[in-house]
């Protein structure tokens, strides 16, 4: 019998592919806005977003413009040498984040946090990082070291020494935690992965005034918050912090893979030879990151995200299911806490046509394009209401 062309592409990937990733069984092929097509031409609203890639949405035409521009000049130029896109880039970006003076370009959000920890003992001479329980930021040695979920880390033990996690939202603990032989202090704005817990009023402030008292610096981790997702460009803007180290990603080039370490003034440059890399900062990217960044401005998107978020967060307290006990979020990062595993939900939702992420092992999270409309969000809670009916 004939194999389909969606059963074709998953044997084929199932073939070869490293085992890593718990696949699902749909082969997409395309992508516009918030939806998502399969194979088989099965359309999708899509809130897994690139799992937070994708906050403009899939095939922007602003970026595919300024990747195709890009790609027929030069894609690749090491940053030995000086390039025109990096340097507006870098110039856009900086303006963007007025704290910042320094910024270095790399390829993901675990790349930034590397690259985060290394300069925060470079700087301060020490080598403590207090990290928070149900923090996530990759699992790269140094960031799985930060990471606190025991089934990511236990099978790569030991880890980087001098790592310690405090509860979240918890200023006592982490006043404690921090002492003299604190490098830094690492954390989310929300807490994505580990269940979608946003930051407490006044919590990242006071985390910033210890960090100060005791000469350790502040590192957070806006890999899955930044570029609009909480309804403001960075979500430290509503914290009213000024973080000595930001780690950017996932929708920084609207789709393609790049991170950013955006390095505050009064750390200074850093010295050469210190840290690297071959791809980071490369023309087609950077060509790509200006275009979403300003499309993300013209078009609003951290606006839309606080009043869809909204929209989404009162229509979805409204449902008021047994299976449910509790709705969290900020901007369009919604996370629905069930009274048992998640995993099948997930399922039942794809063969609805959503598709959507966990966090944790009972957290429905989503996670769309920011520019998905009301009426695809009114889908998504009709489904996610028909499946915990």
């Known amino acids: 019998m004939m194999q389909s062309l969606r059963e074709s592409i998953i044997s084929t990937e199932a073939a070869y592919t490293s085992g890593v990733y718990p696949k699902r069984q749909a082969a997409i092929v395309r992508g516009e806005g918030a939806l998502l097509w399969d194979a088989d031409g099965r359309v999708y609203i899509d809130c897994v977003g690139g799992q937070g ?39 856009e970006l900086a303006a963007a984040l007025p704290f910042a003076a320094r910024i270095f370009l790399c390829n993901s959000g675990a790349e930034a946090i590397e690259g985060a920890i290394k300069i925060a003992r470079l700087k301060t001479g020490r080598t403590g990082i207090v990290a928070a329980v149900r923090g996530f930021h990759g699992r790269t040695m140094g960031a799985l070291s930060a990471t606190f979920e025991p089934k990511y880390r236990e099978p790569f033990m030991p880890l980087v020494p001098d790592f310690t996690h405090v509860p979240y939202n918890n200023v006592t603990a982490l006043d404690t935690a921090v002492t003299d032989r604190t490098a830094a202090v690492i954390l989310e704005p929300v807490q994505g992965e580990g269940g979608v817990h946003p930051a407490a009023p006044g919590y990242l402030a006071d985390v910033e005034r210890i960090c100060c008292e005791r000469g350790a610096l502040l ?5 899955q918050t930044g570029f609009g997702r909480t309804g403001t460009l960075f979500a430290i803007e509503r914290h009213g912090i000024t973080p000595a180290i930001l780690c950017l990603a996932k929708s920084i080039a609207g789709g393609l893979p790049m991170g950013a370490i955006a390095i505050n003034t009064t750390l200074g440059p850093l010295p050469p030879g210190s840290h690297g ?40 307290a409204a449902l008021r299911l047994p299976r449910i006990r509790a709705v969290r979020g900020q901007g369009l990062l919604i996370g629905i806490e069930l009274k048992e595993r998640v995993q099948p939900f997930l399922v039942a939702l794809m063969e609805r046509g959503v598709l959507a992420l966990p966090a944790g092992p009972n957290v429905l999270r989503l996670l769309p394009p920011l520019v998905i ?17």
């Open 53 to 91: 890639a994708a906050n403009l949405g899939h095939a922007h035409p602003a970026v595919v413009a300024a990747i195709r521009e890009q790609a027929e000049r030069l894609i690749s130029c090491p940053e030995i040498f000086y390039n025109d896109q990096r340097a507006a880039y870098l110039a």
């Open 219 to 223: 590192i957070i981790d806006e890999v």
């Open 277 to 316: 890399t071959t791809f980071g900062g490369s023309p087609l990217v950077c060509a790509a990151a200006r275009a979403a960044l300003r499309a993300i401005r013209d078009e609003e998107l951290p606006r839309q995200a606080a009043e869809k978020g909204a929209y989404a967060l009162e229509r979805l």
């Open 373 to 389: 409309t009301c009426e695809q969000i009114d889908a998504v809670v009709a489904a996610i209401a028909e499946v915990l009916a």
